[in-house]
Nanobody, 121 residues
Framework: AQLVETGGGAVQVGGSTRLSCTAS????????MGWYRQAAGKEREMVAT???????????NYAEFVEDRFTMSRDIAKSSWYLQMNDLRAEDTATYFC????????????WGQGTQVTVSS
């Protein structure tokens, strides 16, 4: 089971980038997919999550610091989800991780390896 992130890299302040996460071999039905980040010396924090009801439904949740700058989307047919990040700030610099979980009688989760986003002026 694995999640593979792509995208990120070096971006200028005010710029944009798109992260992608593709899942393969996940041994459980994903009910929540998400993006987290961890800056140097800080704890990992949630950026955005999206629930999945097995169909077209689901709800998105964003961290307060996103302030409408980021948009999470998904393509179930491709087993992928994305994070479009606009108006990036220096404080968005972090390693971004994708995450998949199943909430139920037995909680299960898997993490991606992380992709670095560095925002500089």
């Amino acid at each position: 089971a694995q999640l593979v992130e792509t995208g990120g890299g070096a971006v200028q302040v005010g710029g944009s980038t798109r992260l992608s996460c593709t899942a393969s071999g996940i041994p459980f039905t994903i009910t929540v997919m998400g993006w987290y980040r961890q800056a140097a010396g800080k704890e990992r924090e949630m950026v955005a999550t999206m629930t999945w009801d097995g169909g077209d439904g689901g709800s998105r949740n964003y961290a307060e610091f996103v302030e409408d700058r980021f948009t999470m989307s998904r393509d179930i047919a491709k087993s992928s989800w994305y994070l479009q990040m606009n108006d990036l700030r220096a404080e968005d610099t972090a390693t971004y991780f994708c995450h998949a979980a199943r909430y139920g009688s037995r909680y299960r989760e898997v993490w991606g390896q992380g992709t670095q986003v560095t925002v500089s002026s």
